[in-house]
Structures are given as structure tokens and as C-alpha cells.
């Protein structure tokens, strides 16, 4: 089993929809959790970290939830300049250690 | 401006070629890291570097050597590339790889060795 796992979507909403991802994780890889977003093939650029309370950012909004072991992405109002793949990260009980889900697709239509 | 760069961006090679891709940031960075990315897989870490002369590897480090002289450059070097390292390549800096430092991405190498 993969540390971190996403739904590879694509997720096709209209402009000014609001999708929600989830992603999961496990045990190794469970000590913070962030959201990147990246540009067809280009480099992946921080979206958000996610603290344990849940934290909004804009239109953005990360929870966490230890007990069941996932994270969430919540975009409300989607743009289409919001159309890209999300990626969930995780860092593992070694700190240096990254786990990278494959990313969800979200497409934002006129 | 603070940046991570990458060279080459693109590079087409043949199997058992020796090749290194270079990485440099200028942002005083503690953490380096190197990925690749590939389809369905996602970005998986190959080694990393936590300063000057410290490195350990990642999940995916067979076939791939790094080199950390200078805290500003994290080459990485492929001495027999095979077919299987065809892939999307990242490297990442962060502060002091601690809490939820944000990691900045250099633009990527595209390989492909046939």
C-alpha cells in the first residue's frame, strides 16, 4: 500500500462550484501534511499546509483527521485558473522523508 | 529572485551513458531533495540532503548517486542510466527540512534514455 493515496479524478466541475479531495495516509507517513498544486507537468508550488485544527486560506479550506487518517481540500467558488492537479504530501516519522500522492485532477468549466 | 534551477531541462541519452543533472539554489537552503515523477505514481524521492556532506536515501535511490560539496548544489548523477529512469525529474530545497517548511521546486529535467 502506497503511504499516500489520492483519487486520480479528473474532477470536472463549472465555475463557481465547490469540489472537495481527500487523501489518505499511513502510519509512516503521518507527522504534517501539506497541499501542492501543479501545472501540467510543470514544478508542484505549495498550496497549503494543513494543521491539525483545519485551516482556511482564501477560498481554500485543509483539514485533517488523525483518527481516520486523511486529509482534505475543500475549494469553494472553483475558478477556472483553479484547474490543475492537487497534491497531497506527507511527512514521515523521518522528517526527511516526503510521500507524494499521485495527485487529483480538477478541471474547472465555463 | 529566489529560485531553484535545474540543468539540463531536457536531455535524450542512451543507456549506460554516464549523466549528471545539476541542481543550484540561492536561497541559503538547509534541505535538498531529488524526485521523480512518473505516471500513476507520482513524485517519489530518490535521495536528500539535509546539509553540506549529509545525504540518505529515499524511497526510490538504486541507480542514482548525489553529491552534496556545497550547500547551494545537489547534482545528481546516474553512472549507467537504463530505459527504466526515463522519467520527470525534481529537485526541491526547504529552509532546515523541519515542520512544515515549504519546499521549492526547481522547473524539472525531462530524461529519456533509450
Known amino acids: 500500500r502506497k503511504e499516500v493515496e489520492q483519487d486520480p479524478g479528473p474532477f470536472n466541475v463549472p465555475e463557481g462550484a465547490t469540489v472537495a479531495f481527500n487523501c489518505t495516509y499511513s502510519?509512516?507517513?503521518?507527522?504534517?501534511f501539506f497541499w501542492y498544486r501543479q501545472d501540467c507537468r510543470k514544478e508542484p508550488k505549495l498550496l497549503m499546509s494543513?494543521?491539525?485544527s483545519g485551516n482556511e486560506d482564501g477560498r481554500f479550506t485543509a483539514q485533517l483527521n488523525r483518527a481516520s487518517q486523511y486529509i482534505s481540500l475543500l475549494i469553494r467558488d472553483s475558478k477556472l485558473s483553479d484547474s490543475a492537479t492537487y497534491l497531497c504530501?506527507?511527512?514521515?516519522?523521518?522528517?526527511?522523508?516526503?510521500?507524494f500522492g499521485s495527485g487529483t485532477k480538477l478541471n474547472v468549466k465555463p | 529572485e529566489a529560485q531553484v534551477t535545474q540543468n539540463p531541462r531536457y536531455l535524450i541519452t542512451v543507456t549506460g551513458k554516464k549523466l549528471t543533472v545539476t541542481c543550484s539554489q540561492n536561497?541559503?537552503?538547509?534541505?535538498m531533495s531529488w524526485y521523480r515523477q512518473d505516471p500513476g505514481l507520482g513524485l517519489r524521492q530518490i535521495y536528500y540532503?539535509?546539509?553540506?556532506?549529509?545525504?540518505d536515501k529515499g524511497d526510490v535511490p538504486e541507480g542514482y548517486k548525489v553529491s552534496r560539496k556545497e550547500k547551494r548544489n545537489f547534482p545528481l548523477i546516474l553512472e549507467s542510466p537504463s530505459p527504466n529512469q526515463t522519467s520527470l525529474y525534481f529537485c526541491?530545497?526547504?529552509?532546515?527540512?523541519?515542520?512544515?517548511?515549504?519546499?521549492?521546486f526547481g522547473p524539472g529535467t525531462r530524461l529519456t534514455v533509450l
Open positions: 526541491a530545497s526547504s529552509l532546515a527540512g523541519f515542520g512544515t517548511d515549504t519546499q521549492y
Open positions: 504530501v506527507a511527512r514521515g516519522y523521518n522528517f526527511n522523508k516526503f510521500y
Open positions: 502510519n509512516s507517513a503521518s507527522q504534517s
Open positions: 540532503s539535509m546539509n553540506v556532506e549529509v545525504t
Open positions: 494543513v494543521y491539525s
Open positions: 536561497m541559503n537552503h538547509e534541505y
